[in-house]
């Protein structure tokens, strides 16, 4: 299965932009990348997905480098409600999450 | 849309008692996917199905775990003989199935077993 390979945690301070890395070097010319992000008690929710190109929603953009093995999830202005355990996932044949980015938003 | 409805939302039993989940999908969803997660890690892929079809069961934990959709609308998940092991979140999702679509997640079935 390709692998995704994120930090940890990250903390930011609100109302600043937020970059969150994710690296998936095995990935395969068919997967596409999704992000979703979940709160405590909740279940995952989506957030944003590419194939090459970036990507702009209202929730965020997805920035995917030209060689495919990484991309960053951009929130341009952190609330305190986007802290969350962030996951970056290649959908393709499996779905498979790693542990995700536990983001910290700092008032 | 209603969302992802999965039921019960707790479930606390025996070891070596059978359970079952159920989760009731968006309704014009055919994909339908089943993950189980523990504390402090994303959530792992069981099985998913599209329509009434299980297209990948091979993630399935062991044996004792089984899923059905029979009419392609909602789905149960069982578990047989539960171990102190099975203790997780039990997540369901759906989507389309055309292209990549975004899978919608339930809020899960939080299973204890004493």
């Known amino acids: 299965d390709a692998k995704t390979t994120q930090p940890n945690s990250m903390e930011s301070n609100e109302e600043e932009p937020v970059h969150l890395p994710c690296n998936h070097s095995t990935i395969s010319g068919t997967d596409y990348i999704h992000w979703y992000r979940q709160l405590p008690s909740q279940g995952p929710e989506y957030v944003i997905h590419?194939?090459?190109s970036n990507v702009n929603n209202r929730m965020a953009s997805l920035a995917i480098a030209e060689d495919r093995k990484s991309s960053t999830l951009i929130l341009h202005r952190a609330t305190l409600r986007d802290a969350a355990v962030y996951y970056c996932i290649l959908i393709g044949q499996n779905f498979v999450f790693g542990p995700g980015t536990r983001l910290s938003v700092l008032p | 849309d209603t969302g992802v409805s999965q039921d019960p939302r707790h479930k606390i039993t025996k070891r070596g008692q059978n359970v079952t989940f159920r989760c009731d999908p968006i309704?014009?969803?055919?994909?339908l996917y089943w993950y189980r997660q523990t504390l402090g890690q994303g959530p792992e892929f069981l099985t998913y199905f599209q329509n009434e079809a299980q297209l990948e069961k091979s993630r399935l934990l062991s044996d004792r775990f089984s899923a059905e959709r029979p009419k392609g609308s909602f789905s149960t998940l069982e578990i047989q003989r539960t171990e102190q092991g099975d203790s997780a979140m039990y997540l369901c999702?759906?989507?389309?199935?055309?292209?990549?679509?975004?899978?919608?997640f339930g809020d899960g079935t939080r299973l204890s077993i004493l």
């Open positions: 590419g194939l090459t």
């Open positions: 999702a759906s989507s389309l199935s055309d292209g990549p679509q975004p899978q919608h």
């Open positions: 309704s014009e969803h055919n994909r």
